[in-house]
């Protein structure tokens, strides 16, 4: 009895994730994790079939949260922000994605071309403070020459502390950490203006934002009363 109620249990989980085999995680989760990180969280594609495992969710998540951690690093970052580098040499790589993709790993974990579009434009706003010792291109090659393998000890404490559940981020980071939008704010506050552009541009961005797996606020303080005139009509 009970290795048919396990065995309807692991059936359930690999009809859940659409696959022929459960990973690690998938095996320690329960069904009902599952049928959560299934419906909101995993990757899927245009057929709207998931294309990938609890395991690599998570290590897509903590692979991304490594990138910066990397760059802080003592032998790329200063604080006095007196370094000048290229920034326009590290702009053009955002326009060969697919050619990075999973090209470079730290240790044993590969950066997709979203890792790398991050890594990107992160040493961007780094450079542009005045705060990145090399070059784009000397970035590179350290990483390629394993110079930060270390850090891929960085990546398996993250992901061991979600798959433990003793720490999760917030559910727009495991949507698009190391995805297409890559947009990992939970919360925005919009205004909006008191005239008809503004409110449905205001509306639009909303719209968008919840699209992203984000929040939204919205101040009104700008909007005219219930009742005043509108001029262009005579109405209220």
Do not use: W
């Amino acid at each position: 009895l009970y290795r048919h109620e396990r065995r309807k249990v692991r059936d359930e989980k690999m009809k859940v994730l659409n696959t022929q085999k459960l990973d690690p995680v998938a095996k320690h989760f329960d069904l009902n994790c599952l049928r959560v990180l299934a419906s909101r969280y995993l990757l899927r594609n245009n057929k709207n079939e998931i294309t990938e495992s609890p395991s690599q969710m998570f290590e897509r998540v903590a692979i991304l949260i490594a990138i910066g951690d990397l760059l802080y690093d003592n032998s790329l970052f200063t604080k006095d922000g007196n370094s000048k580098q290229d920034t326009d040499e590290a702009h053009s790589y955002l326009e060969k994605l697919d050619s990075f993709d999973y090209k470079f790993k730290i240790g044993d974990y590969y950066l997709n071309k979203y890792h790398f579009r991050a890594l990107i434009n992160h040493y961007i706003t780094l450079a542009n403070k005045g705060q990145m010792k090399v070059g784009f291109k000397d970035l590179l090659t350290k990483i390629a020459a394993k110079q930060f393998d270390n850090y891929a000890e960085k990546i398996s404490e993250y992901y061991e502390l979600m798959v433990s559940q003793d720490f999760l981020p917030n559910s727009p980071t495991m949507m698009n950490a190391g995805g297409r939008l890559g947009q990992l704010s939970a919360c925005f506050v919009l205004d909006m203006p008191d005239d008809m552009a503004g409110i449905m541009k205001s509306t639009s961005d909303a719209a968008l934002i919840f699209k992203s797996g984000g929040g939204v606020g919205i101040n009104y303080s700008d909007l005219r009363q219930e009742g005043d005139i509108v001029a262009s009509t005579s109405g209220v």
